[in-house]
T-cell receptor, first 112, second 112 residues
Framework: NAGVTQTPKFRVLKTGQSMTLLCAQDMNHEYMYWYRQDPGMGLRLIHYSVGEGTTAKGEVPDGYNVSRLKKQNFLLGLESAAPSQTSVYFC???????????FGQGTRLTVV | SQKIEQNSEALNIQEGKTATLTCNYTNYSPAYLQWYRQDPGRGPVFLLLIRENEKEKRKERLKVTFDTTLKQSLFHITASQPADSATYLCALEYTGGFKTIFGAGTRLFVKA
């Protein structure tokens, strides 16, 4: 039982490049989330999904897109990376509202 | 918009003492309030959840209180140990919502 797995763990992008971060969970959770964490800012919600085929915007969605084609996977895309997107990205999943969140180990992204 | 305030200054305490961390929020009270632990380079890990109709919750050396009048939660670690050194995050979730809002966290250092 792996829990929540994020790939890749580290990535360096040049400004304007695109990439996709993958989040996979094996707990059959309905709800999945993408957060970014910056020093002093805490975790900020980018996008989330309440079930397969659904996505919704969070607090800081600009510059990101997401897809949830399969229940176990939640993909975060950066179409044209900018230095302001340098951050640590965390994926999380929960079974139901009010239950504990399970987090991945994070992806450290640097945009130069 | 809802705001969560956690002490941005690190808390330094001596081993064996009780550590008390504070989480304050604005506006309306959440249905659930959670506390997470985060170690450097890792994702947050769930510790405790308390509901709006609960005053106190305990788990081993951990205790959480929830005061909806003061709009505050206190997180206590009794008989603290150096291994308790980490960042502790407060998180709120609201009835009818699917989003968890995180505070920026408080760094705890326990000295031997």
């Amino acid at each position: 039982n792996a829990g929540v797995t994020q790939t890749p763990k580290f990535r360096v992008l040049k400004t304007g490049q695109s990439m996709t971060l993958l989040c996979a969970q094996d707990m059959n959770h309905e709800y999945m989330y993408w957060y970014r964490q910056d020093p002093g800012m805490g975790l900020r919600l980018i996008h989330y999904s309440v079930g397969e085929g659904t996505t919704a915007k969070g607090e800081v969605p600009d510059g990101y897109n997401v897809s949830r084609l399969k229940k176990q996977n939640f993909l975060l895309g950066l179409e044209s990376a900018a230095p302001s997107q340098t951050s640590v990205y965390f994926c999380a999943s929960i079974l139901s509202v009010g239950s504990e969140a399970f987090f991945g180990q994070g992806t450290r992204l640097t945009v130069v | 918009s809802q705001k969560i305030e956690q002490n941005s200054e690190a808390l330094n305490i001596q081993e064996g003492k009780t550590a008390t961390l504070t989480c304050n929020y604005t506006n309306y009270s959440p249905a659930y309030l959670q506390w997470y632990r985060q170690d450097p380079g890792r994702g947050p890990v769930f510790l405790l959840l308390i509901r709006e109709n609960e005053k106190e919750k305990r788990k081993e050396r951990l205790k959480v209180t929830f005061d909806t009048t003061l709009k505050q939660s206190l997180f206590h670690i009794t008989a603290s140990q150096p291994a308790d050194s980490a960042t502790y995050l407060c998180a709120l979730e609201y009835t009818g919502g699917f989003k968890t809002i995180f505070g920026a966290g408080t760094r705890l250092f326990v000295k031997a």
